[in-house]
């Protein structure tokens, strides 16, 4: 887990937890998470950075997340971190009483 703050106040996060059995020890999920007024600043791009460090030192050679289909921002950068769309999750989380899909992503680091 990379955490992020600024004076003492917690703004961002990346976590990775690997698979534990042989077939999926190659492998990461993903949750990250920044607080919206620190958005934009470069953050994520060097969270994203310490993970493939992480993953590359580990043996990981896939890394895989879940996004909101609306959530355009975050898609914008996992797209320039070189994640890419594999599927969509139909009605996988609720929010305000509302279905919303989400996209399952990966990236593959050779």
Same mark, same amino acid.
């Given at each position: ?9 917690? $703004?961002?996060? +990346? ?6 059995? %042989?077939?999926?020890?190659? &492998?990461? @999920?993903?949750?990250? *998470? ?25 043996? $990981?050679?896939? +890394? ?6 609306? %959530?355009?921002?975050?898609? &914008?950068? @996992?797209?320039?971190? *070189? ?17 919303i899909d989400e996209y399952y992503m990966a990236k593959i680091i050779e």
């Amino acid at each position: 887990m990379y955490i992020v703050e600024d004076d003492g106040k917690l $703004v961002g996060f +990346l976590s990775a937890k690997r698979g534990h059995v %042989n077939r999926i020890k190659h &492998s990461a @999920y993903i949750v990250i *998470g920044i607080m919206k007024s620190y958005t934009g600043k470069g953050i994520g791009k060097r969270l994203f950075n310490e993970l493939d460090s992480w993953a590359t030192d580990n043996g $990981v050679t896939r +890394l895989e997340l879940t996004v909101m289909k609306h %959530n355009e921002r975050a898609i &914008s950068l @996992y797209k320039k971190m *070189g994640y890419k769309v594999e599927g969509v999750k139909e009605k996988s989380v609720v929010v305000d009483g509302d279905y919303i899909d989400e996209y399952y992503m990966a990236k593959i680091i050779e």
